[in-house]
């Protein structure tokens, strides 16, 4: 979950310089959103991240445009500054939803957000490099990330993430409590266990398909895999590509792929990115849950999505949000987002053509 916050301050109870948006009461000044903006902007590794984010919620149909203006030095492209005030009023909403429900934003909730959010922005990492090829992108991995951000800034992104964690959970009915998750753990095991596979990588969908058949005719997996299999390195050792923690980046796209298998049986051709493989579960060890509390609260905040998705509309319909006019126009009916400001009229204009 995509989390950037600015820091706030209640309106009214103090003086304040002027505002760049205000959500139910709550502003956000222009200075504080011009030092989240510099922030971003001297920040490569997280500007990266955020273009990154983009492109993973949108299956890579949609990136960021750059933060900077074309004006004078020191300028920001209102299209980002929409963007940021866009996330920057989710998530205001996102605290409001979390207050109104009584939700308690201790302590313990905000090192666990702390802790959520470096393991959001490596699994964001991972998805893209994923998608690139490559073996990483942006930075190593969220917590190297964090570490380079000002203690303020990631103060606030603590604080929407753990907000948004508790959305999510009590939308699902779990509490972030070791008793309430335990609980979850235990209805839920399978969705934990360790799961160690082979594999064969092909070109394409017709030869997997062939060798699936010389395996059912009687190839053993290693031998098809050392004679056809495109990953050099796992056709080395017979197919073995390991085994994936429920707490691993990458296990929720083996467990989609291992679905129904059963030990020792073959998949169909699986479509990998263009390439086509043929998965072959070699044992399931079931987990303890002291090793996957992380992939139980992940768990538990993927239960409650979609309730507090449908919450979180309902709020931002009914919100009253006020954005400084030079930034754009607030326009909440399909969702949380900030429209660019209207330019004038030609007509209006004392040089139209300059």
């Given at each position: 979950m995509?989390?950037?916050?600015?820091?706030?301050?209640?309106?009214?109870?103090f003086?304040?310089?002027?505002?760049?948006?205000?959500?139910?009461?709550v502003?956000?000044?222009?200075?504080?959103?011009?030092?989240?903006?510099?922030?971003i902007n001297?920040?490569?590794?997280f500007?990266?991240?955020l273009?990154?984010s983009?492109?993973?919620?949108?299956?890579n149909?949609?990136g960021?445009?750059?933060i900077t203006?074309?004006?004078?030095?020191?300028?920001?492209?209102?299209?980002?500054?929409d963007?940021?005030l866009s996330?920057v009023?989710?998530n205001l909403?996102v605290?409001?939803?979390?207050?109104s429900?009584h939700?308690?934003?201790?302590?313990?909730a905000?090192s666990?957000?702390r802790?959520?959010?470096a393991?959001?922005?490596?699994?964001t990492?991972?998805s893209?490099?994923?998608?690139?090829?490559?073996?990483?992108v942006c930075?190593?991995n969220g917590?190297?990330?964090?570490a380079?951000?000002?203690?303020?800034?990631?103060?606030?992104?603590?604080?929407?993430?753990?907000?948004?964690?508790?959305?999510l959970?009590?939308?699902a009915g779990?509490?972030l409590?070791t008793?309430?998750?335990?609980s979850?753990?235990a209805?839920h095991?399978?969705?934990?266990?360790t799961?160690?596979?082979?594999a064969?990588?092909?070109a394409t969908?017709a030869t997997?398909?062939q060798?699936?058949?010389s395996i059912?005719?009687?190839?053993?997996?290693a031998?098809a895999?050392?004679?056809?299999?495109?990953?050099?390195?796992?056709?080395?050792?017979?197919?073995?590509?390991?085994?994936?923690?429920?707490?691993?980046?990458?296990y929720a796209?083996?467990a989609?792929?291992?679905k129904?298998?059963?030990?020792?049986?073959?998949?169909?051709?699986?479509?990998?990115n263009?390439?086509?493989?043929?998965?072959?579960?070699?044992?399931?060890?079931?987990?303890?849950?002291?090793?996957?509390?992380?992939a139980?609260?992940?768990?538990?905040?993927n239960?409650?999505?979609?309730k507090a998705?449908?919450?979180l509309?309902k709020l931002?319909?009914?919100?009253?949000?006020s954005?400084?006019?030079?930034?754009?126009?607030?326009?909440?009916r399909?969702?949380?987002?900030?429209a660019?400001?209207?330019s004038?009229?030609a007509?209006?204009?004392?040089n139209?053509k300059?």
């Open positions: 995509l989390v950037v916050v600015a820091a706030i301050v209640v309106a009214g109870a003086s304040v310089p002027a505002t760049a948006v205000t959500v139910d009461g502003s956000v000044s222009r200075a504080t959103l011009n030092a989240d903006l510099a922030t001297q920040n490569p590794a500007g990266c991240y273009d990154a983009v492109a993973v919620r949108s299956d149909q949609a960021l445009p750059s203006g074309t004006g004078s030095s020191g300028t920001y492209s209102t299209a980002y500054v963007f940021w996330e009023v989710n909403l605290q409001h939803l979390a207050a429900e939700l308690a934003l201790d302590a313990t905000l666990a957000g802790t959520d959010l393991n959001s922005i490596t699994s990492l991972e893209a490099a994923a998608a690139s090829g490559q073996s990483t930075a190593a917590q190297s990330l964090i380079t951000l000002p203690g303020p800034f990631v103060a606030q992104l603590a604080l929407g993430q753990a907000a948004g964690d508790l959305v959970a009590h939308a779990y509490g409590g008793v309430q998750l335990s979850y753990f209805l095991t399978n969705q934990f266990r799961i160690c596979l082979n064969i990588q092909t969908e997997a398909t060798v699936r058949a059912e005719a009687g190839q053993s997996f031998a895999a050392m004679a056809d299999s495109t990953d050099t390195t796992s056709a080395a050792a017979g197919g073995a590509v390991g085994c994936y923690s429920a707490n691993e980046g990458a796209t083996v989609t792929d291992t129904g298998l059963a030990v020792g049986e073959v998949s169909q051709p699986v479509d990998d263009g390439s086509f493989l043929l998965v072959q579960v070699t044992s399931y060890t079931p987990a303890v849950f002291d090793a996957v509390i992380p139980v609260r992940q768990a538990v905040f239960a409650g999505a979609t998705s449908g919450e509309s931002t319909k009914s919100a009253q949000v954005i400084d006019p030079r930034y754009g126009n607030w326009d909440g399909s969702g949380v987002g900030v660019p400001p209207l004038p009229p007509a209006d204009l004392l139209a300059a």
